[in-house]
């Protein structure tokens, strides 16, 4: 049998290595949780950097829509683009124009709301808008025209929201 100083030695050379393996341990497991923690966080700002890149897309393609409204510009821009600006084709222009404007905040909402950064409540807000908007012929043409992409996630929403209204109200379209 060892002497008892070698025992005690021994046993206490044995508690430091379990002590600070245990140290090494939770150190490792903080480590981890750091790394997750900063994982979720890099993943979150991506998230956003994204939406506020589209955002900002969005907002300069409404700005420029919303001249075309102005009744000189939608003049102007039919013109040149068909040779002929009667009092009818502009206000055509500038609904279609507004209506665009329109479509692609539906549409930033619509990823915003995919991507977690929309509230439910403004994302049903913005649903019963659409629902109201595209009962109107003129406004389910500018979808069919200018804004529908077969494929595209905004598209199947837009086709599964107008085919739950109602056939589009008979009248004048625009």
Same mark, same amino acid.
Do not use: Y
């Given at each position: 049998? #060892?002497? !008892? *100083?070698?025992?005690l030695h021994s046993r206490a050379h *044995? &508690? #430091?290595r379990v002590k600070f393996q245990r140290r090494r341990g939770i150190k490792s497991? !903080?480590?981890t949780a750091l790394i997750v923690y900063l994982a979720v966080q890099t993943h979150q700002n991506a998230k956003r950097t994204r939406a506020l890149i589209n955002q900002g897309r969005v907002a300069l393609i409404s700005q420029l829509?919303?001249?075309g409204t102005d009744a &000189?510009? #939608?003049a102007a821009t039919l013109t040149e683009m068909t040779g002929c600006a009667t009092p009818e084709a502009v206000r055509k222009w500038q609904f279609q124009s507004f209506a665009a404007a329109q479509m692609f905040g539906w549409q930033d909402s619509f990823s915003q709301y995919e991507r977690g950064l929309l509230d439910e409540d403004i994302y049903k807000a913005m649903r019963a808008g659409l629902a109201q908007a595209l009962v109107r012929p003129a406004y389910r043409e500018v979808y069919e025209t200018r804004f529908r992409t077969p494929g595209a996630?905004? #598209?199947a929403f837009m086709d599964e929201a107008i085919a739950k209204l109602p056939p589009a109200e008979t009248g004048k379209s625009v």
């Open positions: 049998m #060892a002497p !008892v *100083s070698t025992r *044995s &508690d #430091a497991h !903080v480590r829509l919303l001249t &000189d510009v #939608a996630k905004f #598209a």
